[in-house]
């Protein structure tokens, strides 16, 4: 009986033994290759700041900052200015780096449809939706693009609103 | 017809058993499934402890056989022969176990074999690990150094392989034999009982 249990225990550690040393050469080499990358970044973001100047300057490269309004349709609009967002960002990145959102995902060209910004509407409501724009910086009037909003990239200094209107009449600018 | 003595007398009851647990097998690993989640190491274990080894090694390369050639992920080339021998070594491994415990099992049985499905996983994983190192050996690394990479590469599929496995083979093992062995059981299961009432 003792020798019976003492195959089984042996057996038992062996199997821990090697199943816990590959998984820790799996998690070093793991380690190896993130430190690896992580030191070839800094060496890439090193070189840059040199080449550029300070590092704020360099921020600013890979960075831009938009406007962005949120109305809640009930007279409550919140501005969100000078908003920090990594370069090739959308409508739809910056609306969920300030607001709690929730969407649907038709994928392809149909894209990504908000449907509930900071909670509004709390129920489902199929008289009134979330609507989109950006303003035209020479003329400042609000356009609001055909497609959706994860296709629009911002551009530097951009302004953008997301406004919860009803379809009918057709809103022409946020409210 | 005098058979020569090393002809074994061979019971339709347990190849149709084996076939029966070979198709279960072959339904099992051609059938979607999350990756090295698998039931067959298993079956070919408790039929190597019912059946005896050679019905167990005979199942394990056969399944892995047809499997090679079948599996949704392709052909298996030159991993083929290292999951057949794999496989038949847990029905080895079944085959010993069930002739050293004399067909008799408890609840300690339901640990032991949690132990040895454990411990014939890690093998099946480590000689198709092997299996994976071959092309690359044969590209020119040194065995050592391709061997321990492709190990420690599959480590995380390996753990959940011995871990179900592990879980599989203590809660099932006991109670399916159980249960093979009742349907095996005695000559009045299968014979037709003839006399006049």
């Not at chain 1, 990504?112 to 509004?120: A, D, K, M, P, Q």
């Not at chain 1, 489902?124 to 303003?135: K, L, R």
């Not at chain 2, 599996?71 to 794999?86: E, H, T, W």
Request: hydrophobic content about 45%; some cysteine; proline content about 4%.
């Amino acid at each position: 009986m003792e020798k019976r249990l003492f195959t089984y225990v042996t057996l038992a550690l062996l199997v821990w033994g090697i199943l816990g040393t590959a998984t820790a050469g799996y998690y070093l080499t793991q380690y190896t290759t993130y430190q690896n990358e992580y030191k070839n970044l800094l060496g890439d973001l090193n070189v840059l700041v040199s080449a550029v100047g300070n590092f704020s300057d360099v921020m600013n490269t890979l960075s831009l900052r938009v406007n962005i309004l949120v109305s809640c349709g009930n007279g409550t609009r919140v501005w969100f200015n000078n908003t920090a967002l990594p370069i090739g960002s959308t409508a739809f990145t910056a609306i969920l780096a300030v607001s709690d959102v929730r969407y649907n995902d038709y994928g392809g060209t149909m894209g990504i449809l908000v449907t509930s910004i900071n909670g509004v509407p709390r129920t489902g409501d199929s008289t009134h939706g979330w609507f989109y724009w950006y303003e035209e910086t020479e003329n400042s009037t609000w356009v609001p693009p055909n497609y959706s909003c994860d296709k629009y990239i911002l551009h530097r200094g951009d302004t953008i609103a997301f406004s919860y209107e009803s379809y009918n009449p057709w809103p022409t600018s946020p409210s | 017809m005098i058979q020569p003595s090393y002809v074994q007398k061979l019971e339709v009851r347990h190849l149709s058993l084996f076939v029966v647990l070979a198709a279960l097998c072959l339904g099992i690993q051609l059938t979607p499934r999350p990756l090295n989640v698998e039931s067959t190491s298993l079956i070919v274990f408790l039929t190597g402890a019912v059946l005896g080894v050679t019905f167990g090694a005979g199942l394990g390369s056969l399944v892995m056989f047809i499997n090679g050639f079948l599996s949704p992920y392709g052909f298996a080339g030159l991993l083929l022969p290292f999951q057949m021998i794999g496989m038949a070594l847990v029905g080895v491994g079944g085959g010993l176990y069930g002739r050293s415990s004399g067909g008799s099992y408890d609840s300690v049985s339901c640990v032991e074999a949690a132990v040895l499905g454990a411990f014939l996983t890690l093998i099946f994983d480590v000689l198709t690990n092997l299996g994976w190192a071959v092309p690359m050996m044969l590209e020119g690394q040194p065995i050592l150094l391709a061997f321990v990479s492709v190990l420690v590469s599959g480590a995380f599929p390996s753990l959940v392989h011995v871990v179900s496995n592990t879980v599989f083979f203590g809660a099932a093992f006991v109670p399916v034999t159980s249960a093979v062995r009742k349907l095996l059981g005695g000559g009045h299961i299968w014979k037709k009982d003839f006399s006049l009432t």
